[in-house]
Every structure is written in C-alpha cells, then in structure tokens.
C-alpha cells in the first residue's frame, strides 16, 4: 500500500502537528508517548478532522488536498477505524454493531466474509449478546471484526492494547497479528507501547511532540535512535533479531550474529525473536572472565564511543552489534579505546527476548 | 438591615398606599363602548366637583363577573339590561339608583381599503364576507344586540359560522381595523372613533333590538355619597349634550 | 361534561399532539445543530429559541399576529390562518418549541460524538449516522421533551387567543373555554373543563418525567 502525507499541519493544544512522509509498508507503528498528537493524526487520515493544511492520498487516490480544498467525506474513504475505547454502538447487540458497516448488495470478498472474520477473531458465541456485557478483551476484538467487516482498504487502530492488564495483552496480539496474515490489509497503528510496535510493525514512525523524529524499519529505529530524545524513548540500546534453538529448565539458548546466548525463555511460542539488551545491563571488562554466575560472555571488538552525560556509550562487535553504557572513569580506567578487545558480561536474566 | 427597620417601613409604603386610594375617589365600571365619552364626563366632573372618578372600561359580562367576584366598583355602567339583571339579582346593586338614559344604533363596518359591497343585512351572507368580527354574542351585549338583529333578519344560522367573537366590542373594531377580519358589527358611536373602519350599512331601528344602557350604584361601593353625585352627573344636561356630540341617542 | 365541552377536549388534544409533531423535525434539527459545534450566530439562535419561554405568551401572539394578519404581508396566503384552527396550530408550535428543544440538545449532548465519528468512517452518511446511532440513543430525552412540549401546547392560552381568537367550536382550546366561561358566567362548564385540563396535564407532565428521570439514573 502507499499512504502519502504532504504538508501536514494542524494545531492541537501545545503544538502544531507536522508531518511529511510516505508508509509503504504492511503495518506501520506511530509510536511515540501520549499527548504526542498520534491520536489526530489517525483523525486527519480517517477525515474527522480538518487540518490547517494537509494533502493525504492513499494508493493513489487524494482523500485530502487543502491547496484544492478538497476533501473527501470520512464515510467515502473505506478506511476502518478502531478507536482507543472501541466506541462500541451500545443501543446495539454485537450482530448489529459487527453488521454496521456492511455494505448492501455488494459481493464482499471471501477475505471480509463474515462467518470467516468472526472465526479468525473468535467471537462466535458473542453475536446475540448486548455489548455492556462483554469483557475488556471480547470488545476489543468486537471493535475489531466490525472495522474489518466494512471491507476497509486501510484499518487504523488507536492504542490498541491501552486499555487491558498484560495478561490480555499477550492474548490480544496474536489476533492482530492474525489480521495482518489473513486479512492482507494494511494497518497504520498508534501505540506508546513498544511491545506492541515490536511485535506487529515492519515500520516505525516515531511522533514526539508533533514531529516526526524518525520512520524506518523497526530494528532500525531501535538500534539506531535518530537522536538522544528518540533513544530515551525506546530506551534500548541493543536490538537484533535472533533465534531461539532451544528451551529448557525456563532457559533459552538464542542465536544472535553469530554466536549463542542464554536467556530467560519468553511466553510465547514464537522461535523468532529480537533480543533486546538495554547498554546499562552490560559489563565490560579487559581480562577474559573467570568463573562467575553471568552466563554470556562475550569477547568483542570496540567499534566506537559517544559520550553521553556521564556516561559512555560503547559500541562493540560481539559476534553481533553490541552498545554498553559505562562511567567514564570506568572508560579510563580500563583504557578503553577504538579496536581494543574486551569482554563482555550479561546476565541471562538481562536479556529480553521479544516475539517477531 | 435589621428587621424592626423592615416592619416599619412596610407599614410606612403601606400607609401612603391607602393615601393614594382615598384620592381616587371613586370608581366606575363602564361598557368599553362609553370608553371615550365617560373620560371627558369624568373630567369635566373632576373639574367642577373635585371629585376623581377612576374607569375600568371592558365588556359588561366580564366587569359583572368582576363585580361578581368582589373587584372594588362604585358604579356599574353596562351597555345592556341583561347584565345589570344578573347583578341585581345578586343583591350587588342598588335597584333604586337604577336609570337608563342612554341608546346607540348598530353599524355594520368594513377596512377602509376593502372593496367589498355590504348593502344589506342579506349581503353579510355573500361568500367574500368570509369572517365577521362581533363582541362574542353570548354574552357580551354589543354581540348579542348583533346576533338579536341577525334573528330578527333570520340571517343567523348562515351567518354564525363566519362569526370571529372578540373580548369586547373595541376589539372587534380592532379586528376589522387591522384588516384582520372582512367585516364587524360594532355600535355606531365606535365607527367614530377609529378612522381605519368605513360604515358600510346602518342597522335601521326598526330591525334590531332595543339598546340600553342601565347604570346604577353598586352596593359595596365605601364612597356611596360622591358616587351618587356622579350618577346625578351623568343625568344631567351637560352630560347629555356630550353623549350626542358622541353620537350617542338619549332615552327619554 | 356535555357533547360540547367533549369536543373542546378533543379538539385541544388533538391540535397539541399535531402541533408536537409539527415540530419534531426543526425541533431536532435545532438542537442537534445547538448540540453540535460552534457556529457563528448560535448564541443568537438560541437566545430566539428561549424567547417564546419567558416572553409574555400575549406578547408572542401579538407578533404571530402582525407577521400573518392581512395587514402585515402574510396576505400572500390564499387560505387564512388567523381566527382557523391552523392559528391554533402555530400558537401552540410556536410556545412549545422551545421545550422540546431544550431537552432534545441535553439529549444529543450526552450522545458521545465519537460513536458519531466512527459510524461514519463504517460508511454511513449523515443522515443514516443520525437516524441510526444519534437519535436511538438520545430517544429518551427526545421523547421526555416531546412530552413536554405536548403539555405546554395543552395548557396554551395567552398567544392562542391573540392569533387565532376564541372562537367556539372552531379554536376554542380548553383553557380559552375556562375563560369564556368564567366571563359569561357558565361556572359549572368551566369547572368541567378545568378538571379536563387538570387530568391531561397530569398524564403529560409524569409521563414526561418518567422518561427524563429513567435517564439520569440508567
């Protein structure tokens, strides 16, 4: 798909909203804290909001141009919308409220069939009831059979978690990874949560304050912040794919680059995964180690340094892109410098292993 | 404020208020129709005697049950016999100051700028006299002296339907003014006064009924003595010559 | 009661229930277009809207009266309206109004917009938004109003008799019959009729709180 926004800009309480870039990719993640304007942003593309200028053209079809003042109304542009509280129809049960969007007459396509969409989202034994008595989660997955349901060339999906404890969240994510698979249409998703945008997105656009501070693909933007505000914010400063082998006795041995970690076997079943190391969680050191406790230990090759405060922030091949963050006088003490070697302590436990 | 303050000057505005009322003198209830005549009378009275008559003018069912109901009156003027006979009938006024003196004559009365031709009572059945405003003839005497003529005439069953019943008989001079209605049935004397109303047919005496105007003091009146000098008034010469200026007939 | 204050009655039920369904649609019209967003003039609108609830009722007919009566350039309607029914019709439309509007905006005010919002970006349009999601949901409130409005336009005297007169038979609603009545004398009839009155406004009045009063507690 190809979604184009030109020129944005709109006004919100504490700052203009602008933006200027191009989302090609199956499922892209707006990501950024709350307040950041991601939420308008979603608005402007589904046309329930005017910009002060703005030109959105989606697969090549103009939604909205201000130059030409020309909009096109927000029940035309065939985009699924799934608001951060669902804006479930209460007067209607879950059958009127899924059937809501159909269109009458048209021959859907066996993808948006509806027996399929609700075996997909598993919502079956839910159709007769009222929707005041479904649970957190069974809304969540009403709200989003209904926006698939109306044949959406695009669906757009507001915090889609925000609003359930982790356990339901870990429930929820496949069902929209499931979406993704079966249902073949692009998604734009807002979120502040970076599991979410780990999991689901092939591309992140990360909004702060407004503006966009970086797009590109995930592992990306997570490796390589574009600046130290969009580095705060992912907050990780080591983020590769890899593969777990193995799992045993809670332990998983993962191939990262080209040498194997341990680390605390993750929920899910997924043998595909990111790990993520945050540069805090490593330790460096110039002997080779010893008998410890720490389970990984890896020699490496320093690449780089960036002072960062007061600290250092060190980038090392360990078999794989690694960033340490240590003291400076940590760095002069061990005489740390560009080719040196050193090796490279992290704890099992201090590996993140997150589905891909 | 603290609440003796309070309590005296309510008695005080109190006071003064009843100051005010004994300087009014008295009161007459009269039949909207007298409106304009009964003001000159009353102040050419108040010239010679000092005395301050205060008018509630309307029509004369709803001043009788006004009266009816306890409102402050002196004098009773009605524009016909019926309602002074309910309130005598009531004990409300005094039968022995009862007098007659005065009679008028119904007109038929049309918008300066209507076209329409009224020649007869017969014409009033004519399809473009689509609504006639009348003082309502139930009870109102300028309407049932009306509707008496149009029985007279046996006009009425034709002529009932198009009827509009007005408060008063001003206001049905009003109605026709305005243009609001094609024609009216008012006395003679209030064709006079407004000049956006043309007399189109006088009521011949010999076709409608007898018009009288009783008055007559009202029982409960607190300055019976002034009241009867008004009425002495009222039958007086003087009087009677500002009646006919206004077009009124005297009784004889 | 006799044959005819039974037909006052019928009359006067009948002309403020036509008069309430008279107004729905510019009535909901009005307080959705209040209820929604910010236009330029709206403090306007609705300062005219509220007008007809604190005005003198007389006052209100008084300007019905000149804006229709022949002299006032409603001329150009062939068939009357003032001293007919159709008078009555548009006192009655006219005082009650505001009623209904007042309540109908508090309703669609208290319909959460973005429900609104994404109906639409499932297809609907604005009509079938409205019909489909706004006005099933403040159906309570507009009901509540409506019923409000009826009881106003039951008990409307002052504007009624300035533009469409009390005429017997033809506009005479119960409360101008009261009136003649009294005046003329006829006290037992209007005390038929001010049982009538009382009996209808009663009905009206709880039937109208019971559907404002549901909401607030539901």
Known sequence: MSLVLKNISLPLAHFTLEADLEMRQRVTAVYGPSGAGKTSLLDLIAGLRAPRSAFIQLDGDVLTDTAENFSVATHRRGIGYVPQDLALFPHLAVRQNLLYGRKSGETASPLFNFEHVIKVLEIEPLIA??????????????????????????LLLDEPLASLDAPLKEKIIPYLARIREEFQIPM?????????????????????GGKVMQTGAVAEVFTRPANAEVAKFTGVETFQPGKIISVADGLATVNVGNVTLTALAPATESRNVFVCIRGEEVILQRAAASASSVRNRLSGCILSFRPEGALVRVELDAGFPLFALVTRPACAELELREGATVTALIKAPAIHLVPR | MNFRVMK????????????????ADITVFAAAS?????????????????INVEFNFGASSLLAQQIEAGAPADIFFSADEAQMARLENDNLTDPATRKSILANSLVVIIPNDSALQIKSANDLTNADVKQIALADPKAVPAGVYAKAWLEKMQLWPAIEPKVVPTENVRAALAAVASGNVDAGVVYKTDAAISKNVKITYEVPRADGPDISYPMALVKGSLQPDAAKKFLNYLSSKEAGQ??????????? | ???????????????AALSTLTILPIGLALAFALARGNWPGKSIVETFITLPLVMPPVATGLILLTVLGKHGGGGWFDFRIVFTWRAVLLALSVMSLPLLVRSARTAFEEVNPRLEQIARTLGAGGWRVFFTITVPLAGRGIIGGMLLAFARALGEFGATIMVAGNIPGKTQTISLGIFENV????????????AASVVLAFIAVWSSEFFLRRKKTA
């Not at chain 1, 979120?191 to 780990?198: E, M, N, P, Q």
């Not at chain 2, 005296?8 to 300087?23: Q, T």
């Not at chain 3, 009661?1 to 039920?13: C, G, L, N, R, Y």
Request: aromatic share 8%; hydrophobic share 50%; net charge positive.
């Open chain 2, 8 to 23: 005296r000057l309510v008695l005080a505005s109190l006071l003064c208020g009843s100051l005010n009322l004994r300087a």
């Open chain 3, 183 to 194: 005046t003329i004398g006829q006290n037992a009839q209007a005390y038929h009729l001010l």
């Open chain 2, 242 to 252: 500002v009646f006919t200026q206004y077009g009124f007939l005297l009784r004889e």
């Open chain 2, 34 to 50: 007298l409106s304009d005549v009964l003001t000159k009378i009353g102040a050419n009275f108040q010239a010679q005697t000092g």
């Open chain 1, 188 to 208: 734009l998703c807002v979120t502040h949560d970076r599991f979410v945008a780990l999991t689901l997105a092939d591309e992140i656009v990360v909004l702060m």
């Open chain 3, 1 to 15: 009661m006799s044959a005819a204050e039974w037909q006052i009655v019928w009359f006067t039920v009948w002309v």
């Open chain 1, 129 to 154: 009831r009222g929707v005041t008595e479904l649970s957190g989660g069974e809304k969540q997955r009403v709200a989003l059979a209904r926006a698939l349901l109306s044949s959406p060339r695009l």
